[in-house]
Nanobody, 128 residues
Framework: QVQLVESGGGLVQAGGSLRLSCAAS????????MAWFRQAPGKEREFVVA????????YYADSVKGRFTISRDNAKNTATLQMSSLKPEDTAVYYC?????????????????????WGQGTQVTVSS
């Protein structure tokens, strides 16, 4: 069982930066792929980025490529999403997700149903 807790959301002006963190419980964190999804008001939850268990492989949605960076620290059981050049359309609740897999083909891990564990979400609001 893995429990995920997100933090770091808030209000920022367009062009600004925020860093989200996802703290995971459980000793086998290193065996889990991690991802961030987001859900804007009135919209479906969408994939943002994923990182493999080793941290070697990452995959980004086109909408955030070049602006967001995901990383993980398996020793600290944390995953971090650094968001830069934020836009009003990035406004959403951001969710951390995890699933037990050691695949490095992380580009295939973009669907919600592939993830077994979810955090409660953290609000990110970007003002124009």
């Amino acid at each position: 069982q893995v429990q995920l807790v997100e933090s770091g959301g808030g209000l920022v002006q367009a062009g600004g930066s925020l860093r989200l963190s996802c703290a995971a419980s459980g000793r086998t964190f290193r065996s889990y792929a991690m991802a961030w999804f987001r859900q804007a008001p009135g919209k479906e939850r969408e994939f943002v980025v994923a990182i493999s268990w080793s941290g070697v492989s990452t995959y980004y949605a086109d909408s955030v490529k070049g602006r967001f960076t995901i990383s993980r620290d398996n020793a600290k059981n944390t995953a971090t999403l650094q968001m830069s050049s934020l836009k009003p359309e990035d406004t959403a609740v951001y969710y951390c997700a995890a699933t037990y897999t050691t695949t490095e083909v992380i580009s295939r891990m973009t669907r919600m149903l592939q993830y077994d564990y979810w955090g409660q979400g953290t609000q990110v609001t970007v003002s124009s």
